[in-house]
């Protein structure tokens, strides 16, 4: 069968999220360790999925060590040798493969001028487990379809639980112990992304919506849809998407919007009103109910929503390939691992 | 004339490029006098064309000051609540009108927590000019048409003054004073942007691509495509448009691709190559040579390229609006000042 890895690898996310929660202790000994007290800023340095997870991490991190997180630019130490001065900061690295040449001489810079090192990845050897002083071990797994689906939503964790290590999270224990069954939830239901998929089968281009926590899951739905379907698909900010792309949602015009109860709600249902009634848009929402688009299980706290949305996000892009019949596997032109330095 | 307001602010451009650089003496007194020495750490925060303007900025800071730039997360701070502490930052806000909510929300909150303030802003009153300890103001004069032009080449050069005052930077005095004659050079000349517009007439979507320096050029080129023709136009760097995004670009497939002699070059040749070779995209080239479709200015350099390349972005936009018939003053459903929360 074609479409053999990603289905099987999407299917065994409740067990890598298990597995990877049941690592809670031995992973915030280690940040513990590496970072008694708060670190006067924190920086990320990821590309494609992993730079999506990394946006995850920038709100759950922040919102654990009230320092402000930063984006690396990768180029300023690659290509322009910029030697910024990382005392007191946490740098943190994800990569699936890690592999990936400018994130491994990214974190070695920030090492060398100063920042403590922690890597997020898929790897147990290889370059990037040299060279971090802590290593988060996504123990996914070998993932051998090209589009990452059980790394990402292991990445989506590995951040909550490095943000439980640095300080206080939106959620409870009990929050982050439901999680598994609810993504297994999400996996036994995939029929409500095939009727997503069915409507927007003959689409030329579609947006990705969310705000706050769920931001980076529009992201990533968009990246699967392009990298997969060859879909223009973009993913916005509710905000940014106000400040004039906006401009290209017009009638009949598909959007997927994601968001949980919380503080985004608002903003993002006043979006949704408008971009129904001003637009004419056909928006399809992902939120944790029974009588939407896409529904996310009830009882996920926002904070932690990202992680079924994004498999969602990951049932609407195979869907699509199979009704297009594409091979979501391999995707033209992509290899598992992008050699950008 | 519908057009009338965006072809006269983009045409007054090299005047208020001049009379902003003739500001420096002012510009670096007050930055020094605010931030006697280096910061731990600087904090961007804006939204749109303005956002883009500070993704240069953080380019340039970082190189000057020597430690890590980031981009807020407003929502972290409007909608979460989050009281990060800013002890030792220097956070920079970017706003054309001045009058964003979220962003007047963010900076005031960044300053409650610690943070010295900067606003670079077109506005000389109201909200964001009073939150600020230093005002960077752009002196463009009003900005009538919807879609930022001068403004945002203001904000840019706005970025490198700043720069200037905090560090070494990668350009000479003789390069900054030479460009308002460059950009003048690139306004006297539409007709490479003319032909560009005519071969993306019946285009369904477009990527556009840069890396460092240039990379803002290649999202603010997205976005002007986006809001004032209704293009289904992404801007990539060049390395995150290979991690997956690039199996959109089919045979044919428009692409825009910035690039400046400096360190950025190899790859984006190397990228555009790609392009063409692997995918048959049609690939427009931005770029110091008049051997080229979009002919930047010989000898600007590498690090203020981003000011002319970005006059090419809107000359395309434009163009390509006066051939749909389109007003790219006021396109459908966008209005100057955007109220984000």
Redo the contacts between chains.
Sequence with gaps: MAEAFMAAEMAEQPDVLRRLAARRPEIAAAINSLVPE?P??V?MVA???S?YAAIYG??VI??AC???????????HT????????D??LAVAVSQSGRTP?IITVLERMAATGARTVAITNATDGPLVEAADVVVSLGAGEERAV?ATKTFTASLLAFSLVAEALGDV?WTDDDLDALPAQVQEVIDDPEPAERVAAAIHDA??LVSVG??FL?PVALEAA?KL???N???A?GF????L???????V?RDFPVLAFYSPG??QA?MEALIEMLRK??GAHVFTATNSRDVDLPLPEGTCEALSPIPAAVRAQQVAYALAMLRGVNPDA????SKV?A??
Tied chains: 1, 2.
């Design positions: 708060s006067v800023g920086v590309r494609g999925s730079d920038r709100y922040e919102a009230l320092r402000p997180v930063a984006l690396a630019a990768p180029s300023l290509l322009y040798n910029v030697q910024s001065n990382h007191g900061y400018e589009p939106p030329n281009g705000r706050g931001f990246l392009k990298e997969i060859s879909l223009l973009e900010s509710a905000a940014d106000r400040h004039g792309p906006v401009a290209i017009q503080p985004a903003d001003e637009h995707p033209p032109h992509l992008t950008t330095r």
